[in-house]
């Protein structure tokens, strides 16, 4: 019943920008934390935002200043605008509800070239 499909990943420039959705249904959104995480191969999956139910946000160093992540509860969407986009931010971009033990997309590949 509950699934978490993300969209918008692809190929930009670095300084380009991106804006990835998640979308979600199911009984997910309901006083859920929402989150992005990014992992790129051969490393550790790594924490980029998360949004709680009250709006509130959090973001990794990395990411600070250049990503806004947001959420539209009425379209069970939780979003991850990327601004100034790095080579670095390379990854497959998932989306998660209700923290690490909760529910995981398959992900959505970003790849930013120089």
């Known amino acids: 019943q509950v699934q978490l499909v993300e969209s918008g990943g692809g190929l930009v420039q670095a300084g380009g920008s991106l804006r990835l959705s998640c979308a979600a249904s199911?009984?997910?959104?309901?006083?859920?934390?929402m989150a992005w995480y990014r992992q790129a191969p051969g490393n550790q999956r790594e924490f980029v935002a998360f949004?709680?139910?009250?709006?509130?946000?959090n973001y990794a160093n990395s990411v600070k200043g250049r990503f806004t992540i947001s959420r539209d509860n009425a379209k069970n969407t939780v979003y991850l605008q990327m601004n100034s986009l790095k080579p670095e931010d390379t990854a497959v971009y998932i989306c998660?509800?209700?923290?690490?033990?909760?529910?995981w997309g398959k992900g959505t590949l970003v790849t930013v070239s120089s």
């Open positions: 998660n509800a209700r923290g690490t033990m909760g529910y």
């Open positions: 199911g009984n997910i959104f309901r006083n859920n934390v």
């Open positions: 949004i709680n139910s009250d709006y509130s946000t």
